[in-house]
């Protein structure tokens, strides 16, 4: 029966980072009734949760904003390479208050369940609030890294010293002066943390499992005269960014590592280091498939981190062994290696010295407890499918994302899900994400699904689904692609390792963004030959 309270909606759009803000405008445009949840208070997604100290972009911030608005594009301007937190999130309040986004939004407001109906062919969305609402389409803009996990270590809610997790940093300022803290955690938000709080903190301890590889950033204030130079051509920039493998303003090369010589590979790579960013890995073309080029350029960076730091225990523990570099997320850093120069910092090993249990007062080690005053939690999220499987998204026959993708998480172009209509994802499993510029992803995927809706619309179609078949065809070329790349051969949330009993494989589309807009492109073109759709007048009444 129909639920008379329930708001009756074109499209609910769960999310408020990128794609959610993304989706809201063009929906908006086209003419639709939307509705908007976000669980956090306000826009900004990953950078309205990731207040901690030192939390920053690793990609160009030029080239990390969206390009559907020219005069978005003109009237922002960017002041460092890279831009922290405070300036990304102002950016996207920016948006949302120059195109009016916020008002179609409900602030802190989770939805816990999310119910295809299938008489009556619409989504019925729950809030947490007790609110149900009927659309459409559902467009599921939850993102890749959105759902933080703790540690599995025992005791965690014994510890009575302040516990913070990057993921949920308080809005106001902690102060480190003179305590004793903790990071558990060494990937890109650890290592950030770290090199902030580090000068900071009396005495800070780093619990280490997996050292990463981390590369200079060289940020820099971005010049006037370059940002004017940058706003005169930012429909070429951002042509050059949709025809990069990342999908952005980042050195390519065509030079396969061993065609040339040793003496220039390491002038290559020196003058690379210098330049900073992630400029090591586009100097190369082959260092995501050649392991031998890879293990090359990993001892050249286990190099750099001997002479870096001075300790010779400290930087042995911090040189990466055991997996290719760029396996996992590559880091960029200001002074993380640095830090480890300060008396009062200290890398605790937790292969060679494991964590036993958090305790009341700290972290006790096979070797003893280290007491402290704060405890800081960088332990990274249940990355690309945390987010659908986290509550009740049920499609066709009482099927829940949760159970289909028990084995794997199955989408077609990460857009897609079979046996779950009208249900689109923006930047899902098994697209580009992680490995491309999150904001062109989102970009690409809010203009498919709206090509999709418009070209409904021009057929009198009600539903759209992906077929079980070309859904399948999609995951062989995502297979195919892993298959060939060194990507699998670390622990990463890339692959599912760091969730325990979560599926394990490379839920992501290694191909490079230009072939994945391609894919999307070229399924468009064929009117969407891949899905099946219901027409409208059989559609019943409600
Ligand atoms: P990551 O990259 O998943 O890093 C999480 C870190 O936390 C990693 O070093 C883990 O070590 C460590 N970890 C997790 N559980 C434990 C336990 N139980 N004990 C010790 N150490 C632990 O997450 P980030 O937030 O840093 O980065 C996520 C993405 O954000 C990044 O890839 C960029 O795209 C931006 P492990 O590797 O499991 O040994």
Same mark, same amino acid.
């Given at each position: ?82 831009? @922290? ?25 989770? #939805?816990?369940? @999310?119910? $295809? ?5 619409? $989504? ?81 301890? =780093?619990?280490? /499992? ?62 690379? $280091? ?27 960076? /286990? ?24 396996? /996992? ?48 939690? @960088? ?14 998204? #049920? ?77 399948? /065809? ?51 073109? @064929? ?13 019943? =009444?409600?």
């Amino acid at each position: 029966a129909a639920n008379t309270t329930a708001r009756r909606l074109d499209v609910v759009i769960v999310g408020a980072g990128f794609g959610g803000l993304c989706a809201v405008h063009k929906f908006r445009e086209m003419g639709l009734d939307i509705q908007a949840f976000e669980a956090g208070g306000d826009v900004g997604g990953v950078w309205y949760w990731n207040r901690y100290p030192g939390a920053r972009v690793d990609l160009p911030s030029i080239d990390y904003c969206f390009s559907f608005s020219p005069e978005i594009e003109q009237e922002w301007t960017w002041s460092e390479e890279f831009a @922290a937190q405070p300036e990304l999130l102002a950016y996207m309040n920016f948006v949302a208050d120059r195109l009016d986004l916020r008002k179609h939004y409900k602030f802190n407001t989770r #939805v816990s369940r @999310a119910i $295809w109906d299938e008489q009556r062919r619409l $989504w019925q969305v729950f809030t947490e609030n007790g609110e149900v609402y009927e659309a459409t389409y559902c467009i599921m803009a939850t993102g890749p890294l959105s759902v933080p996990r703790d540690p599995d270590i025992p005791g965690l809610s014994h510890f009575k010293g302040t516990l913070l997790r990057a993921a949920r940093w308080p809005h106001e300022p902690v102060d480190f002066t003179g305590k004793r803290v903790g990071v558990i955690g060494t990937g890109s938000t650890g290592i950030q943390i770290v090199q902030e709080v580090g000068p900071e903190a009396g005495e800070l301890f =780093v619990f280490q /499992r997996t050292p990463s590889f981390s590369m200079p950033m060289r940020n820099q204030k971005l010049e006037p005269d370059y940002v004017a130079e940058v706003k005169r051509h930012y429909p070429g920039l951002r042509a050059a960014a949709l025809n990069s493998a990342v999908g952005g303003l980042r050195p390519q090369s065509t030079r396969a590592f061993f065609s040339v010589t040793p003496a220039q590979r390491r002038a290559l790579l020196e003058d690379a $280091w210098k330049q900073g960013g992630l400029t090591i890995l586009g100097t190369f073309s082959d260092l995501l498939t050649n392991p031998e080029a890879n293990e090359h350029v990993a001892e050249f960076l /286990r190099e750099k981190i001997g002479e870096i730091v001075e300790d010779k225990a400290t930087a042995e523990k911090l040189k990466p062994r055991g997996y290719p570099v760029f396996a /996992r997320r590559p880091c960029l850093d200001s002074s993380y290696y640095e830090t480890y120069n300060l008396p009062h910092v200290h890398l605790l090993d937790c292969v060679e010295d494991p964590i036993e249990e958090i305790t009341e007062k700290g972290v006790r080690l096979r070797s003893g407890e280290v007491e402290l005053d704060m405890l800081i939690l @960088a332990t990274g999220y249940d990355g690309l499918t945390g987010a659908l499987t986290a509550f009740d998204v #049920v499609g066709r026959n009482g099927l829940s994302v949760r159970d289909k993708w028990r084995d794997g998480a199955h989408s077609y172009l990460g857009l897609l899900i079979a046996g779950f209509p009208n249900l689109f994802m923006t930047t899902g499993p098994n697209g580009p994400a992680a490995l491309a510029n999150i904001v062109r992803i989102s970009e690409n995927d809010v203009n498919w699904i709206a090509s999709a809706m418009n070209f409904m619309e021009k057929h009198g179609l009600a539903t759209i689904e992906v077929t079980q078949e070309a859904e399948g /065809r999609w995951m062989d070329i995502v297979y195919d692609l892993a298959q060939r790349s060194l990507l699998t051969k670390a622990k990463t949330w890339y692959v599912g390792a760091n969730v325990a009993g979560k599926a394990q494989g490379l839920s992501l589309f290694t191909g490079g963004f230009p072939k994945y807009a391609e894919y999307c492109a070229a399924a468009a073109r @064929a009117n969407y030959q891949d899905c099946t759709f219901e027409p409208l007048e059989k559609q019943a =009444v409600a």
